[in-house]
């Protein structure tokens, strides 16, 4: 980064957990610092009335408006911050009507602290590019900058279709799973199953609790971490 004031980030997130660990992401990227925490659209304007932000990390799906709509109505009042998608929203005409709003990056949820910090850094790297243009190839890695890598950074020895698998399983069971509990749902050994777990702890969309009443050492319970609204 080439500019000496830090990015100033707003995260817009209705579940406090996730919102308290976006937070904490933020503060962990060199160049980036988080500014306010709002868990409502209408918290978000008013932050944004009074406080200057460069970057929105967006919630799709808040109790009281579509961040899109969100995010529109911010384009109409005058405000320029660009916005990150932070969503379990998987709809490509979504994707596509925020294109034009201004997000210009979306992270699905649940996520890594590295997979965040790579949409950060290659905003940053977006953002640090200034002057005018020697040719289209300039012009290219600028907007390469921006497009992030495929598939998405996971702990080494995790996949995206296992831990979607986990996050269904863990989701559905209302009173939650121990980890010998998901690998038999899932069909992977119980320490892979454990793997995962940790992982969905790490990114705050999961809780652990240890199950007494047991001979021996008290086994873990994991339950899935809702939001209001998702």
Request: charged share 25%.
């Amino acid at each position: 980064m080439t500019d000496a004031q830090p990015i100033r980030v707003l995260v817009v997130e209705d579940d406090p957990v996730a919102a308290d660990a976006h937070v904490m992401y933020v503060g962990r990227v060199p160049g980036f610092t988080a500014v306010g925490t709002a868990h409502t659209g209408a918290q978000a304007r008013r932050l944004l009335d009074r406080v200057p932000v460069d970057l929105i990390l967006l919630d799709l799906h808040l109790p009281d408006v579509h961040g899109l709509q969100l995010a529109r109505s911010l384009r109409a009042a005058g405000h320029h911050a660009d916005v990150i998608a932070v969503t379990s929203a998987r709809d490509l005409a979504v994707v596509r009507e925020g294109v034009s709003l201004g997000v210009v990056q979306y992270v699905l949820k649940p996520f890594t602290f590295a997979t965040l910090r790579d949409r950060l850094v290659r905003y940053a790297e977006f953002r640090a590019a200034a002057g005018e243009a020697s040719g289209q190839e300039e012009v290219d890695r600028a907007l390469a900058a921006l497009r992030a890598p495929s598939p998405a950074a996971l702990p080494k020895g995790l996949s995206a279709p296992t831990l979607e698998r986990v996050t269904t399983t863990l989701r559905d069971a209302e009173e939650g799973l121990t980890a010998a509990g998901v690998a038999e749902a899932v069909g992977i050994s119980r320490i892979t199953a454990r793997r995962y777990l940790e992982h969905l702890v790490d990114a705050g969309r999961a809780g652990r609790s240890p199950l007494y009443g047991q001979v021996g050492r008290p086994e873990l319970v994991y339950r899935w971490v809702p939001a209001t609204h998702r």
